[in-house]
């Protein structure tokens, strides 16, 4: 590492030098998936020292859960966008938030391997257990609000609006998970016809 990188990596506000480190992790992880995320490899990709990551981190699942945060933040903030084009209709709403789900920029499997590595790590880590938590509650929140919203547009009657949107959520991972695995499997835009047949399913009164 050189004396010019470290000073210049030195000048950063903290906000910006955590989110280099956040960043470094992103990068080891596309490099080498699990593999990468050492502190070592870390420290060398961000051109940083280990001194420097407990600074602003303390432990280790610090780190990490940072940037899986980031990776969350990134993900709404793409959702938020595509809703924000659609306008107020409840409709078109869900619609967007089904296309975005299925767009290149998110079915990239760079993004997804990001993903099914740290859904790896949930288990084995209290700190990312907590984050885990914190991501998908707001997921489904998001998804219960775009629920109830078309249900009082439509008349849909639905007992359990709390597991209708767990069921649609367990769909959309489930096709996540299986497109990443094997982009084979099915084409993006089945994928949108799936989700489109189980609100159909919704409208006929699955969840009433």
């Not at 859904?119 to 700190?127: E, F």
Request: positive net charge.
């Amino acid at each position: 590492m050189s004396k010019r990188k470290s000073k210049s990596f030195q000048r950063q506000p903290s906000a910006d030098r955590r989110r280099h480190l956040g960043e470094a992790v992103l990068r080891c992880i596309l490099k080498d998936g699990g593999a990468g995320l050492s502190v070592r490899r870390i420290a060398a990709e961000a051109g940083v020292s280990l001194g420097l990551i407990r600074y602003h981190f303390g432990q280790f699942d610090e780190l990490i859960a940072y940037a899986f945060d980031m990776t969350t933040d990134a993900f709404f903030q793409t959702i938020e966008a595509a809703l924000e084009r659609a306008g107020p209709n409840p409709q078109a709403r869900l619609d967007a938030f089904i296309a975005v789900s299925f767009s290149p920029l998110m079915l990239d499997r760079d993004v997804l391997g990001v993903w099914v590595v740290f859904w790896g790590l949930i288990l084995h880590s209290r700190r990312m257990g907590s984050a885990q938590r914190r991501e998908y509650s707001l997921y489904i929140a998001l998804v219960e609000g775009l629920l109830s919203a078309l249900a009082a547009a439509e008349g849909i009657p639905i007992r359990n609006i709390k597991l209708a949107s767990v069921g649609f959520t367990a769909l959309m991972d489930g096709l996540w998970l299986a497109w990443c695995l094997n982009p084979a499997a099915f084409q993006p835009a089945q994928g949108v016809s799936l989700c489109r047949m189980w609100l159909e399913g919704l409208r006929r009164g699955a969840y009433a």
